[in-house]
């Protein structure tokens, strides 16, 4: 069964927007990982908020974190052509085992 | 630094039949998985080890599938015999352990296709 569940299942914005994704999960988390992945590199990590965390920042990535809700977001802002791609929210439990939504597939046009 | 290397990239196999995946996790990284992910679907853990150990193999059809990582770097994963709905994208990644809080690294993944 898969833990995380995202939404939207899809987005299309224009080049230059901003794009924000959800993940809502089931059960008590030690942290949450958010994952990208496209046909051209595969399944890459893009950021990582612990538990005890509400708010982390990369570059232009902005992840919240609300364990009261059991969801998180994703923010892309100044979106690109090259953020096209599938991102998946992953529940890590217990000894980095992680558990999966079924991913927001985004396509940003130029 | 190199990454998580698989082969074969495709494999094209008759319902029945039996095949192997093979899987080169990042040097020194103790902790390797292997994910199962279907069209449309995030990937699903089949197996995590632990160097040479078994940690989780909840998810892992035992009656047809098996894994090893022997010497606790490189890992099999063989599927005897195939089903149909064993067509998926097969991901091995590797963390530096398995104590939680880290990223993994995932390979390219091998497309199996069973008809």
């Known amino acids: 069964s898969q833990q995380g569940e995202e939404d939207p299942q899809a987005l299309s914005i224009q080049e230059g927007e901003n794009a924000t994704m959800n993940c809502s999960y089931k059960?008590?988390?030690?942290?949450l990982q958010w994952y990208r992945q496209n046909s051209g590199r595969g399944l890459v990590h893009l950021i990582l908020?612990?538990?005890?965390?509400r708010e982390k920042h990369s570059g232009r990535l902005r992840v919240t974190l609300d364990t009261s809700k059991k969801s998180s977001s994703l923010l892309i802002t100044a979106s690109r052509a090259a953020d096209t791609a599938s991102y998946f929210c992953a529940t890590d439990m217990v000894g980095n085992k992680l558990v999966f939504g079924a991913g927001t597939i985004l396509r940003v046009k130029s | 630094e190199a990454g998580v290397a698989q082969s074969p990239r495709y494999k094209i196999i008759e319902k029945r039949q039996s095949v192997a995946f093979w899987c080169n996790p990042i040097?020194?990284?103790?902790?390797l998985y292997w994910y199962q992910q279907i069209l449309g679907q995030g990937p699903k853990l089949l197996i995590q080890?632990?160097?040479?150990?078994?940690?989780?193999d909840s998810q892992l059809p035992k009656d047809r599938f098996s894994a090893e990582r022997l010497k606790g770097v490189d890992s099999t994963l063989k599927i005897q015999p195939a089903k149909l709905e064993d067509s998926a994208v097969y991901l091995c990644a590797s963390s530096l352990d398995g104590g939680g809080g880290l990223e993994q690294f995932f390979g390219p993944g091998t497309r199996l296709t069973v008809l």
């Open positions: 080890f632990q160097n040479n150990g078994v940690v989780d």
């Open positions: 040097s020194g990284h103790a902790t």
């Open positions: 908020i612990r538990s005890n965390e």
């Open positions: 059960t008590s988390i030690n942290n």
